[in-house]
């Protein structure tokens, strides 16, 4: 009895001695997961951070992209209102929206009713081939005729479209002859449909009996 009764004073002396090393591992453990715990904690406080920053900035570009957006389109805007260039006329020559113009009286250049040119046309003609080939050098251009309302009579003619579209011609025919570029060249008539007078006096037909000619910036609408 008194041996059975030593043996269990010697157990409980061991799980005694025992007892204390046990809970202090389970200490040490609690202690390292709360450390690890408060880690993560930390990194993922971070990471929050660094996401709402970075929706802060996403946010902030979206308004630039947005604002660069509407800046474009006002400045397409302005640019699709704004007149087309003028270009600085030559002596003689008007300035008109993308170009330059100069108008000569049908008198100057063709006897009444015919498309073949006065013999002294050609000192007036040959000094716009020196101007296509100086100040309007890289121009298009366009030459015009134009004819008063009086109707084509004995002259041969079907009516005054062919008359003017027939006079175009022969300037174009002769510029071509004397050095402006023939892919430069285009060839038009207006017969009597595009008056710059009224028809009702003879001083006022002779100035809508006339050729125009255009000098036009090849970006220019004109004729497109």
Partial sequence: MTSKIARMLTLFSLLVVAAPGCSQK????ILMLEDTNRTLAHQLNAMRGELDQSFRVREGLDGQLLAASREADGLRNQLANQPEPILLAAPGWQAVPG???IAIESGVLFASGKVKMRSDAQRTLDGIVSTLQGEYDSQEIFVV????????????????????????????????????????????????YRPIASNDSRTNRATNRRVEIFAMDPASSFGK
């Fill in 99 to 101: 170009g330059a113009m």
């Fill in 145 to 192: 005729g134009h004819t008063d309302d009086r109707p084509i009579k004995k002259s041969g003619w079907k009516d005054n479209w062919q008359l003017s579209t027939e006079r175009s011609l022969a300037v174009v025919r002769y510029l071509a002859d004397h050095g402006v570029s023939r892919d430069r060249l285009v060839a038009c008539g207006a017969g009597e």
């Fill in 26 to 29: 389970h200490n040490d453990r």
